[in-house]
């Protein structure tokens, strides 16, 4: 892979006989195409396809919360990517190939925001009537932002909340449609970010 200077004509995108240009965060890249794999469906390619596949979904529906504290993250990613990375690499995310549902996760080892403000205490989580229910120890006079995400199982359903209620409220609600509401096993995360010096909170994450 090569990276090379913007042309006359712009930045080549797309195949041309054996090579594939792209272009990312403004910097034009020129590589050739990978060789055909003659048995690309082995059991460990068919699993890792699995889990990469489950773990973009899920990390689609609960981006915002990595998003808010993106701009404080050393590493040279978007905030899906990461996501993405912190689901399958400390989290260790791993998907039935069959079924394409989440058959392992450990939801402790899930930071999406590399948090370096005090962490929430005391987080549980449920769903009831329709909505789903966070609750935290309140921290009397916190102006922190409380934000929150879910995620089902198979990674096709999912709702946010940013700004979901203050940290000293010790409570936060989310109304959820009718199908998210039935899935069981889904995947919350929720974290507070302090308004003005944008710091966060390490994200709790807590499988249903």
């Given amino acids: 892979m090569a990276k090379y200077s913007m042309g006359f004509l712009g930045p080549f995108h797309g195949k041309l006989g054996t ?56 590493v040279r990613m978007g905030p899906q990517a990461y996501t993405v990375r912190q689901l399958l690499g400390p989290a260790g995310l791993k998907a039935d190939p069959n079924t394409g549902a989440r058959e392992q996760l450990t939801p402790g080892a899930l930071d999406l925001t590399a948090g370096r403000g005090p962490a929430l205490i005391g987080v549980t989580a449920k769903i009831e009537a329709g909505q789903l229910k966070v609750t935290w120890t309140p921290a009397a006079g916190s102006a922190r932002e409380v934000h929150v995400a879910l995620a089902s199982r198979d990674g096709h359903l999912g709702a946010s909340r940013l700004r979901a209620a203050q940290e000293s409220d010790g409570t936060a609600s989310l109304p959820l449609a009718a199908d998210l509401a039935a899935a069981e096993h889904s995947l919350v995360v929720v974290c507070a970010r302090d308004a003005e010096t944008r710091k966060c909170s390490p994200t709790v994450a807590i499988i249903l």
């Fill in 19 to 74: 090579a594939v240009g792209s272009s990312s965060r403004g910097v034009n890249y020129l590589r050739s195409m990978p060789k055909k794999i003659r048995n690309p469906r082995t059991p460990a390619q068919v699993q890792t396809r699995a889990n990469l596949k489950l773990a973009s979904r899920i990390a689609s529906h609960i981006r915002p919360v990595a998003d808010i504290a993106h701009t404080a993250q050393s």
